[in-house]
């Protein structure tokens, strides 16, 4: 019995048509397996199957998912990332928050001592329903690319770029249309925003790849859409609980100094 698979032309592209074809043929595709995305058993006999190729500067990485988790596609990441995501599969990642170098929403590079970003992953309950959120903040003022002072425009490159000011955390932020969030192996890797010019960018991407909980996992495949939410320097701290971050975000609210959007998970 063949597998369930399915290999996009990307990475059909990538790995040539032989290889494609002996996974199609059941060759070299495993029977069972952990998706790449949710981390939950999968069986290419029995569900349809995206093959996702992960490409570094000098390895690849063939991994497997669950279609209904992302399509068959080509991720782009760094070789650390690549070694990371490979080490994520036997448990020998961190867990907790991680600063990272961020692009402004218009992809110019910002200044290096105002670039890092604290990414601090939780649920929060919007509607009464259960959602995986991101909580993004800078460990200083952001300047606009070119401008001269030490002005803080985050909330503002970001409201330009298509985020919506919050005033009220129960209430669901507006999707932004092109961006989306890149979980692979079970790990979040990046934010990506859109790109005119060809495939989405990374907005803000992970030194080493983030293990979240098995439960903001589980809410991401349920909901396939993350809450993200910016504020500037200082407005949040690092919550050390869920009900914590949920009491700073709220406060950030009510100060004018917090802005969202929901993004579905890359792929979509």
């Keep these: ?17 032989e290889e494609a074809e002996r996974l199609l043929a059941g060759e070299n595709a495993p029977g069972s397996y952990d998706c790449t995305s949710c981390r939950t058993p999968g069986n290419t006999e029995q569900e349809h199957t995206s093959t996702v190729l992960f490409v570094g500067e000098e ?4 991994a497997f998912a ?22 994520s599969l036997t448990g020998d990642s961190p867990v907790g928050s991680v600063p990272a170098q961020a692009l402004a929403p218009d992809g110019a590079d910002l200044p290096a001592e105002q670039a890092v970003l604290g990414v601090t992953c939780g649920q929060i309950l919007v509607n009464e329903q259960l959602f995986p959120a991101i909580v993004v903040e800078p460990t200083g003022p952001i300047a606009r690319p070119g401008a001269d002072g030490p002005g803080d425009d985050f909330l503002p490159l970001l409201i330009e770029a298509g985020f919506v000011p919050v005033t009220d955390v129960a209430s669901p932020p507006q999707k932004l249309p092109g961006w989306s ?5 079970g790990q979040l890797h990046a934010v990506l925003q859109a790109n005119p010019g060809g495939q989405p960018i990374a907005w803000w991407q992970a030194h080493q790849p983030l293990a979240v909980t098995d439960g903001w996992r589980a809410s991401a495949n349920q909901q396939n859409n993350v809450l993200v939410y910016c504020a500037p320097a200082g407005a949040i701290g690092q919550q050390p609980r869920e009900d914590l971050m949920r009491e700073a975000l709220e406060k950030a609210a009510a100060g004018g100094l917090l802005v969202a959007a929901a993004m579905p998970l890359a792929g979509t």
Excluded: N, Y
């Excluded at 019995?1 to 048509?17: K, N, Q, Y």
């Design 1 to 17: 019995m063949s597998p369930l698979l399915d290999v996009s032309d990307d990475v059909r592209a990538e790995i040539g048509d």
């Design 66 to 87: 669950h279609a209904s988790c992302i399509p068959s596609q080509v991720v782009a990441v760094s070789e650390e990332q690549l070694k990371g995501a490979v080490r």
């Design 59 to 62: 390895t690849a990485v063939l």
């Design 181 to 185: 969030v890149l979980v692979a192996m």
